[in-house]
């Protein structure tokens, strides 16, 4: 436990998405700014932020449970400062307050680099009293504004060392997808400064980073004076030092000519591209507020491979999206047959309050059996997709990025350009390295390999 004038100690335990293990990063990177210890456990923190997701019900139950055990640890160190902080602190708001009496603060997207204030004022007990008197005098605050401009220019992430970084360019959503959280807990989309994260991106190269994912929530929308999407990726793929080049999560309507361009362009650029589509029938699209049409889509996926024909495609789909029939299920497993994307991210809708589709009438609600019968079929489907996509794989020669140790014995994991995951037998002092593998089986998602020493790998596409 610390005493006054001591070093304090912060641990941030993040659930969700690539965007909530940035925003970690952030506040690690605030907290430590301001001269707090990171620590890697809850038992040796004096402040535990616990950074959450909102986008499912079954989410929130995690963190939920987790807070609970929380509470647990802090009955024998009653100093110790549990926040909430992402978008379930901002979507419950003070109710969390009240739910979790031994929450001591919660802080929404927008209120990060108030946080060292806002554990300041709590150690000097400013702040509400607890709505509950029976909990003692302990303070409670929230921080809980979205701000139209905050894209936490000028702060350092606290990033861990290796050669992969995530780089946020954008925050928050223009859009209203109608079964999204997103844009009630993230608020409008703001774009950062690309001078600004020409100068991280060329600061993390010159640390050693080679491997680069650009973050947005439809991170091909960026704007920033002349800058759009495209001539951003352009700059970064140039960067020296930088080796390989990621982004997510694009909107299909984003995806143009020039973007594709740049990435049959750029070699640094790699050959991915996660194009959520959530439904496969232009009814449900409507009803969801997507904004394109089947046929839309898939002209776009034809443009991307008409340029080109080794990018891996992923998507994300939703079942069971309220009104959704048996036939309308049925038009997305045809267009997931006629796609064959490399690997599908697969949900039963998720009702969330606030949404317009919390608000479609109870008669629309699919039942959740046959939610979760369309679940499995939709998952088969992908599975077989993608065994076979990846069957056709096995023989290649690639590169990988040695990421860290596999579970076997002397097995390393690697990621090739296409996003796949190698095994291979491999010294861990490679981590971080690229290497040059061959593909000698798959396992249906994933790949068994075998380094291949007399190729050096370029780093370019062979
Ligand atoms: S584009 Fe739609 S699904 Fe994606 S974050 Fe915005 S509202 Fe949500």
Redesign the pocket.
Known sequence: MSTSGAVRRAYVETYGCQMNISDGELMEGILSAQGFQIVSSAEEADVVLVNTCAIREHAEQRVLGRVAQLGALKRDRPDMVIGVTGCMAQRLGEDLLDRAGHVDLVVGPDGYRGLPEALERLRAGEGPPPRNAARGRRRQLAVLDLDIVENYQGLEQRRKQGASAWVPIQRG?????T?????YV?GPEKNRDAAEVLAEIRSLADAGVSDVTLLG??VNSYRWEDWDFASLLRAVARVDGIRRVWFT?P?PNDVTRELIDVMAEEPTVCETLHL?V?AGSDRTLKRM??RYTVSSYLERVRMVRDTVPDMALTTDVIVGFPGESEAEFEATLGLMKEVRFDDAFTYKYSMREGTPASRLPSGDFVDPGDAQERLERLITVTRGIQAEINAREVGRVVEVLVEKEARGDGQMLGRTRRNKVVAFPADNDLIGSYQSVRLDRTTGATFVGSQVHDRVPTGVRG
């Open positions: 959503c223009d859009h209203r997808c079964f999204c959280i997103v844009p993230r929530q439809t999560s909107h959520p959530q507020s997507r």
